[in-house]
């Protein structure tokens, strides 16, 4: 189970940190991401985190602004968004891999994510 919270309304320039708790798996050992559907847009990659091997990955439109960063002591992962734009406008979930591939899968990072938590929407205002 995956709950993401955290979305808002929010200036351009400002920071949101999204958070995205994880219940009934080993937290650690499998890739967590967030991914982004902005309005009239598909479904993309933001960041991804596997906390058992210390890798993370961003996509080009957020390095340097976001950073994921995992908790394992709270089963958390967090994205930290700084400088945002109004193209960051989007509801965002937060994901992870599975042992089955269906029609709501998505690859980002090397991973295969399978569960979704439900999405939190951020709204940047210019």
């Known amino acids: 189970l995956l709950q993401a919270s955290g979305g808002g309304l929010v200036q351009a320039g400002g920071s949101l940190r999204l958070s995205c708790a994880a219940s009934?798996?080993?937290?650690?050992?499998?890739?967590i991401a967030w991914f982004r559907r902005a309005p009239g847009k598909g479904r993309e990659g933001v960041s991804c985190i596997k906390a058992s091997v210390g890798t993370t990955y961003y996509a080009d439109s957020v390095k340097g602004r976001f950073t994921i960063i995992s908790d394992t002591a709270k089963n958390t992962v967090y994205l930290q968004m700084n400088s945002l734009k109004p193209e960051d406008t989007a509801v965002y979930y937060c994901?992870?891999?599975?042992?089955?591939?269906?029609?709501?899968?998505?690859?980002?990072?090397?991973?295969?994510?399978?569960?979704w938590g439900q999405g939190t929407l951020v709204t940047v205002s210019s």
């Open positions: 994901a992870t891999e599975g042992k089955r591939y269906h029609s709501g899968s998505d690859y980002f990072g090397g991973y295969r994510y399978d569960y």
């Open positions: 009934g798996f080993p937290f650690e050992d499998y890739a």
